[in-house]
């Protein structure tokens, strides 16, 4: 594994730690044991997730907020934790300030990236970060389907047969560890798009979408568990799927 990789797929662990397979992580983890510069790195993002979360606790909020988050995050994974915390975003931003828990603390831990999120999430502008990402890769600048942006875990380029690919992650409203993830793959790329159709595993189901009119030149392949895309979705009551 190179350290780009590395790097990949430390952040993808920290956002969603169950959804590496038990080969990526014994990789992820050799490369560490041999590589300092990215051990460092994985030591510094969970030092920052430790301040993050302590923080947390010292932040004054509004009475109930903090119990009913520590109360459903008991209950649940880290990642799910981390996601509710960066939803409190605002708040978390400004108790960092006022502690002084700045990111220069953290300045050897690739903090452009983190803060960059942490900034967009805290102005809630995660749609509009999603959009300048997108933009960044020529691509239409949104997505074909209104997802629910509350739900944003991740959006960043993912390896797929060795090309580079934009990912955007959506995490289940439900606290059920699932998922929503929209692979874009231009159609002037090395992929062979031919054939691409829509798929269902044991644990997820992929669906693909040729993007028309303001889409079209892009084709997405939404990969997500449960039957359909609407819980990730806007109008989680109004339906509606791909196609
Ligand atoms: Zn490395």
Redesign the pocket.
Known sequence: ???RD??FYLRLRRHAADELGPDVTGTLDS??A??????ADARAALSFDRALTAAMRSVPVPSGLREKLFTQAAAKQGAVLRGKLYRAGGLVAAGLLVLGIGFGVFSNSRPKVDSQVLIDIASNQSEQAVSRFLVANKLPDHLPMPFDYDLLMHFDMGEYQGQKVPVIVFRSPNGDNGFAKVYIFKSDSRFDLRGLQDAQGSQARAQVLVGQGAYRGATYVFVHTGRDLQPFLRTRNGGGNPA
């Open positions: 594994m190179e350290c590395a790097q490369h560490l041999t590589c300092a510069a990215c051990a």
